[in-house]
């Protein structure tokens, strides 16, 4: 399974963005997804996933801001992360997890939120 994560940048605070992740490969053993994020100097931690079914789950500081969302038939996932703050500026990574219980990471991509 290949992992390619798209849609960070600079963004005002207050602003939004749209993270998607394209999987490609085998596909058909994807159960799980989700997106973690690593500030400058702290932890990996995870933001948000969503089964295949489409349960969700968030981290505390982005629940009623961010949403996880999921294509199937695209094989994609997406985040829509709304009223952003300087806090949530951190590399995003795109993450699987397979029927097996294999992982999968993406490259990562930079989300920086600043005036």
């Known amino acids: 399974v290949q992992l390619q994560a798209s849609g960070g940048g600079l963004v005002q605070p207050g602003g939004s963005l749209r993270l998607s992740c394209a999987a490609s490969g085998s596909i058909f053993a994807i159960n799980d997804m989700a997106w973690y994020r690593q500030a400058p100097g702290k932890q990996l931690e995870l933001v948000s996933s969503i089964t295949r079914s489409g349960d969700t789950n968030y981290e505390g500081s982005v629940k009623g801001r961010f949403t996880i969302s999921r294509n199937n038939a695209?094989?994609?996932?997406?985040?829509?992360?709304?009223?952003?703050?300087?806090?949530?500026t951190a590399v995003y990574y795109c993450?699987?997890?397979?029927?097996?219980?294999?992982?999968h990471w993406?490259?990562?991509?930079?989300?920086?939120v600043s005036s």
């Open 74 to 88: 695209e094989n994609t996932v997406y985040l829509r992360m709304n009223s952003l703050k300087p806090e949530d």
């Open 106 to 112: 993406g490259q990562g991509t930079q989300v920086t």
């Open 95 to 103: 993450h699987a997890v397979t029927r097996t219980g294999l992982q």
